[in-house]
């Protein structure tokens, strides 16, 4: 059975960086024919897609963020790590890692989702 | 810039009705295209991917067709628990994804 969790802080000041840890199960981030990629949802808005990463460590982000983004993994862990730096109220939603299927070029398995507030 | 607008934003209909809602790509994407259904509070549902494959267990009232720049996604006979937002998907493994805004579906 396939899961991803997120975990972080629910609630971060403004111009700090957020850090959130995706764990996963019931597949391997060695497994050529998958990625992990992490998505966001403001409230009452559209989804929009940050990161991904690769089992050889190859990285894409988001061109409007990419300066503010850094995604890692301990495969050992099973652990998908996003990095946002500079953190302001709009940045506030629901931050979900999920699974990409590569060979298919789509998301199927998404975690429940991180609610993230900036606020001082 | 790549882009994916959706149409309509939102779409009122009826238990029973034929649904349609149309994702357009600013280039031609193949037929590498997804729809995800999300309903609120939940994380999205992957319905089909490569245009037209249903995933797994998901009802057949839902149908994919399109190709290049414009496609579609249709439920044939609209049930209760179809009432949420769904959101078309272009990923590739060079640049990322792009998602559609989301087209609403709630009850006329």
């Known amino acids: 059975q396939v899961t991803l969790t997120e975990s972080g802080p629910a609630l971060v000041k403004p111009t700090e960086t957020l850090t959130l840890t995706c764990t996963v199960s019931?597949?391997?981030?060695?497994?050529?024919?998958?990625?992990v990629s992490w998505v966001r949802q403001p409230p009452g808005k559209a989804l929009e897609w940050l990161a991904h990463?690769?089992?050889?460590?190859?990285?894409s982000y988001n061109t409007s963020l990419q300066s503010r983004l850094t995604i890692s993994k301990d495969t050992s862990k099973g652990q998908v790590v996003l990095s946002m730096t500079n953190m302001g109220p709009e940045d506030s939603g629901t931050y979900y890692c999920?699974?990409?299927?590569?060979?298919?070029?789509?998301?199927?398995?998404w975690g429940q989702g991180t609610l993230v507030t900036v606020s001082s | 810039d790549f882009q994916m607008t959706q149409f309509p934003s939102t779409l009122s209909a009826s238990v029973g009705d034929r649904v349609t809602i149309t994702c357009r790509a600013s280039?031609?994407?193949?037929?590498?295209l997804a729809w995800y259904q999300q309903r609120p509070g939940r994380a999205p549902k992957l319905l089909i991917y490569?245009?037209?494959t249903l995933e797994e267990e998901v009802p057949s009232r839902f149908s994919g067709s399109g190709s290049g720049t414009e496609f579609t996604l249709t439920i044939s006979s609209l049930q209760p628990d179809d009432f949420a937002t769904y959101y078309c998907?272009?990923?590739?493994?060079?640049?990322?994804?792009?998602f559609g805004p989301g087209t609403k579906v709630d009850v006329k």
């Open positions: 280039q031609n994407i193949n037929d590498w």
């Open positions: 990463i690769f089992p050889g460590d190859t990285k």
């Open positions: 998907h272009h990923y590739t493994s060079h640049s990322g994804g792009t």
């Open positions: 999920a699974r990409v299927r590569r060979w298919l070029q789509c998301i199927d398995y």
């Open positions: 490569r245009t037209s």
């Open positions: 019931g597949f391997s981030l060695s497994n050529a024919r998958m990625a």
